[in-house]
């Protein structure tokens, strides 16, 4: 997955950039508001941490415009601003979460785990891969014409690794979408229902379109 991270102050930028690098997010970055306002309006970004006071344009105008735009990736919001009103006017001009600085690196996980649950994505309903086909309003999934029965926590794994198809989804962000917030996971559960469900999605003689991306979690190609 693609973040932004739009923050003038670069020694922060670089560090978030860090962090979030080795949760295997794929990171890009801006040190103003117009930049940052254009690579978000032209970019297929996951979700935008941003920063409120920038230059050139500040961050409560590039959310607004950015939902002017139908531009509707999850925004966080980055600042120093711990009043109320500063609150509310985050969230009121479309950002998802605001985060006060200073903050742990641990929070910023967290924040960007739980926006990225219940985003409101743009992905089309009907997702393909190959001959898989899954239908997001129907909950159906069908391969090579077959009808293939998932359980919930199955299905929830699959629409998000499909939905990212050729990126490495890891095995935190399958928790987060197919368990409760907060669960603790052990290796052996995901495992097991991985192993459920790639027997139904590849099964012997198929080609296989699951596959383990060893140290970081799973991938969906063809």
């Not at 500040?58 to 500063?86: N, Q, W, Y």
């Not at 962000?173 to 192993?195: C, F, I, S, T």
Request: hydrophobic share 40%; charged share 30%; glycine share 6%.
């Amino acid at each position: 997955m693609r973040i932004l991270v739009i923050e003038d102050e670069k020694k922060l930028a670089d560090i978030l950039k860090k962090a979030l690098t080795s949760e295997h997010y794929s990171v890009d970055m801006a040190h103003d508001g117009e930049k940052g306002l254009e690579m978000a309006s032209t970019g297929n970004y996951a979700l935008i941490l941003l920063d409120v006071m920038l230059p050139k344009k500040d961050g409560f105008e590039v959310c607004k415009e950015l939902r002017a735009r139908s531009v509707h990736t999850p925004v966080i919001m980055l600042t120093a601003r711990t009043t109320i009103v500063d609150r509310v006017n985050g969230l009121d001009t479309g950002a998802d979460d605001y985060i006060t600085k200073p903050f742990g690196i641990e929070e910023i996980f967290a924040r960007v785990r739980a926006v990225l649950r219940r985003r409101k994505t743009t992905d089309p309903i009907i997702l393909k891969l190959d001959d898989l086909v899954v239908d997001g309003k129907k909950h159906e999934v069908v391969r090579a014409g077959k009808v293939i029965p998932l359980t919930p926590k199955e299905y929830r794994l699959l629409f998000l690794l499909i939905r990212n198809k050729n990126e490495a989804i890891t095995r935190q962000q399958l928790v987060d979408v197919a368990w409760e917030p907060g669960y603790k996971e052990n290796n052996h559960e995901l495992n097991v229902h991985m192993r459920y469900l790639r027997s139904k999605i590849d099964p012997e003689g198929a080609k296989p379109l699951i596959h383990t991306v060893r140290g970081v979690g799973y991938t969906m190609r063809d």
